[in-house]
């Protein structure tokens, strides 16, 4: 089966422009998450999605970013405007089960370079 | 709030030789899971193992083990036999085990493992 699609892979930006990822899960993945994750940290949640709905924002910088799944299948996870230390690689992870295993799906994530 | 703990920023192994990645996490929950994941250069995480906090058993993949003690909170990840493809960035993490699709994965700051040819 195919896995978890991102894109872009890499994007250069100047702060204060705008950017936005898009992520497609393994078919049929009820719930999906946006990581962050900065050079020599952990990932950290952004945000996590069950279907369309929304699950858990808590730790996703509200006046900066957004993110949608409409129809409960792509994700977009949108910045604006950039800050500098907004540069890291955004990681999406999808789940497929009633049960979380937690063996998370992972996409190849998306680096962002904020100058 | 649960916290875990890598302090091995970076490691090095020689081929073929024995290692063991540390971590250490804080929780006051009693049903959990712990994992470690594997990040290869510019490629996906995935999952390496898998350990149930009810379980005593220390849970194994092939050339992978871990040691899991409960009391000191403790969860090192041992690789016997490393291969060149064992190079990756390796993260501990902590996920509440009270069911439900709805949990999250809490991770360490990872440790960064070369093997040496």
């Known amino acids: 089966e195919a896995g978890v699609a991102q894109s872009p892979r890499y994007k250069i930006i100047e702060k204060r422009q705008s950017v936005a990822f898009w992520c497609n899960p393994i078919?049929?993945?009820?719930?999906l998450y946006w990581y962050q994750q900065i050079l020599g940290q952990g990932p950290k949640l952004l945000i996590q999605f069950q279907n369309n709905g929304v699950v858990d924002d808590s730790q996703l910088p509200k006046d900066r970013f957004s993110a949608e799944r409409l129809k409960g299948v792509d994700s977009t996870l949108k910045i604006q405007p950039a800050k500098l230390e907004d540069s890291a690689v955004y990681l999406c992870?999808?789940?497929?089960?009633?049960?979380?295993?937690?063996?998370?799906?992972f996409g190849e994530g998306s680096r962002l370079t904020v100058l | 709030a649960q916290t875990v703990t890598q302090s091995q920023p970076e490691m090095s192994v020689q081929e073929a030789e024995t290692v063991t990645l540390s971590c250490t996490y804080d929780?006051?929950?009693?049903?959990?899971?712990l994992f470690w994941y594997k990040q290869p250069p510019s490629r996906q995480m995935i999952l390496v193992i898998r350990q149930e906090a009810y379980k005593q058993q220390n849970a194994t993949e092939n050339r992978f083990s871990v040691n899991f003690q409960k009391a000191a909170k403790s969860f090192s990840l041992k690789i016997s036999d490393s291969q060149l493809g064992d190079t990756a960035m390796y993260f501990c993490a902590f996920m509440k085990g009270y069911g439900g699709a709805t949990n999250k994965l809490i991770f360490g700051t990872g440790t960064l493992l070369a093997v040496q040819p």
């Open positions: 929780t006051s929950e009693n049903n959990y899971y």
């Open positions: 992870a999808t789940f497929g089960g009633m049960v979380n295993t937690g063996e998370l799906f």
């Open positions: 078919s049929g993945h009820a719930t």
